[in-house]
T-cell receptor, first 115, second 112 residues
Framework: DGGITQSPKYLFRKEGQNVTLSCEQN?????MYWYRQDPGQGLRLIYY???????QKGDIAEGYSVSREKKESFPLTVTSAQKNPTAFYLC??????????????FGEGSRLTVL | SQQGEEDPQALSIQEGENATMNCSYK?????LQWYRQNSGRGLVHLIL?????REKHSGRLRVTLDTSKKSSSLLITASRAADTASYFC????????????FGAGTTVTVRA
């Protein structure tokens, strides 16, 4: 079955540590996205990528980094510079190709808690 | 920045009743989409309406779009307990942004 796989589902981090969230898709989509969700605030865009080896900052990129070395993979690193990283992180993909943004397909999310 | 805002923030209805929620946005759009999220899960796409469309149906869902008022509504008819979820609108702003901006969502509870 085609879809998006995020791992791990739950992650605990000590302050000062970097952690990497995995996102893999087998939908052959060009575009991939990372969103952060906090209670009552909806989704906020962290980074997005329209094509391999290219990505752009979203609205809240500070303290995060990404890479897009393969079409199917878009890992997100939450660095120690992110002061309030406890949140639910959602990865998504769409057909992309620098056209009007169509339907997004989401993974099941990764819940990060800072201890 | 969040482009869309949903109203109301929360809605509680009896099974069989209709649920209506609204979305307002700030800038011109290419399209507007609605998504559903069950608690602790990823979002699922429900419907996409283009800026030149005024109404769209999908099963028990009816979406309207008024670009002059920069607003959209989602109607769920004959609600079921399984419709209990949060609903989000998302917009693709003009000129092409190649990304979606989401509102804060409406939480719908359907009582059996």
């Amino acid at each position: 079955d085609g879809g998006i796989t995020q791992s791990p589902k739950y992650l605990f981090r000590k302050e000062g540590q970097n952690v990497t969230l995995s996102c893999e898709q087998n939908l052959n989509h060009d575009a991939m996205y990372w969103y952060r969700q906090d209670p009552g605030q909806g989704l906020r865009l962290i980074y997005y990528s329209q094509i391999v080896n290219d990505f752009q900052k979203g609205d809240i990129a500070e303290g995060y980094s990404v890479s897009r070395e393969k079409k199917e993979s878009f890992p997100l690193t939450v660095t120690s510079a992110q002061k309030n990283p406890t949140a639910f992180y959602l990865c998504a993909s769409s057909i992309g190709g620098r056209t009007i943004t169509g339907e997004l397909f989401f993974g099941e999310g990764s819940r990060l808690t800072v201890l | 920045s969040q482009q869309g805002e949903e109203d109301p923030q929360a809605l509680s209805i009896q099974e069989g009743e209709n649920a209506t929620m609204n979305c307002s946005y700030k800038t011109s759009i290419n399209n507007l989409q609605w998504y559903r999220q069950n608690s602790g899960r990823g979002l699922v796409h429900l419907i996409l309406i283009r800026s030149n469309e005024r109404e769209k149906h999908s099963g028990r869902l009816r979406v309207t779009l008024d670009t002059s008022k920069k607003s959209s509504s989602l109607l769920i008819t004959a609600s079921r307990a399984a419709d209990t979820a949060s609903y989000f609108c998302a917009t693709d702003a003009r000129p092409n942004d190649y990304k979606l901006s989401f509102g804060a969502g409406t939480t719908v509870t359907v009582r059996a």
